[in-house]
């Protein structure tokens, strides 16, 4: 690693998918917890550059975000929630965002559960919708099943944070990777889900009031934009 490189590089998107702003809004966390440093590529979705062959060796899968951690001999991880856990096991010895799975496994258990609950359902049902909802060819059908879905899954969140500030922890819980990886998903829930309010969903739009007005979820929110 050369003196003028930070320890990571992030791969992210021309302009801030949550995917992005999930894995920068943590880096932002990280380094205002622990120091650690990050630089990052934007890739030119308009040009397909996610596809070209210097990036699928990267990540075969031809997708961002992607973590090049220079400090581990260039280790690659690509998948959001993989990179998370990454960046917790290496960069957070402290456990500032997540929980210790041998002395707090219950905790960790859950917060990893709810991760893959964002990974699994929110995120591909809210894509899947936007999809079909933007495609030339329009499918009543599709889009009534993914808008229903999304519904549906924001109700379990709803239900979840009843009493709770937080997705997972002991009594109202920490602000921990199930919310950063939840959160940017729900945020775009005017654009992406065609969802207006969040008033049918109150425990949820007061979690996620929470989740945004943390300064790294600004400032991870910009890393996809111009404005950083």
């Not at 380094?31 to 550059?49: H, L």
């Not at 996620?208 to 991870?220: F, K, M, N």
Request: proline share 5%.
């Amino acid at each position: 690693m050369s003196q003028d490189s930070k320890p990571l590089h992030l791969y992210v998107g021309s302009y801030p998918t949550p995917n992005s702003v999930a894995v920068c809004t943590y880096l932002d966390e990280l380094k205002a917890n622990t120091g650690v440093d990050y630089d990052f590529t934007r890739i030119e979705f308009s040009k397909n550059t996610q596809k070209e062959d210097w990036f699928v060796k990267l990540n075969p899968n031809g997708r961002i975000p992607v973590l090049v951690d220079r400090t581990r001999s260039d280790f690659i991880v690509f998948e959001t929630s993989a990179i998370l856990l990454y960046l917790a096991q290496h960069y957070d010895k402290g456990y500032a965002f997540w929980f210790d799975p041998e002395k707090d496994a219950n905790n960790y258990s859950e917060m990893v559960q709810w991760i893959f609950f964002a990974h699994g359902g929110i995120g591909p049902m809210q894509g899947q919708y936007h999809h079909f909802a933007q495609a030339p060819e329009k499918i009543p059908y599709a889009q009534k099943r993914y808008l229903e879905e999304t519904k549906r899954l924001y109700g379990v969140l709803n239900i979840r944070l009843n009493g709770r500030d937080y997705l997972a922890g002991d009594g109202k819980g920490k602000y921990s990777l199930a919310d950063i990886k939840a959160f940017p998903w729900v945020k775009i829930h005017p654009l992406v889900a065609s969802i207006e309010t969040l008033d049918e969903f109150p425990n949820v739009k007061a979690w996620l009031a929470r989740c945004v007005a943390r300064e790294a979820s600004v400032s991870g929110a910009a890393v996809g934009s111009s404005g950083k």
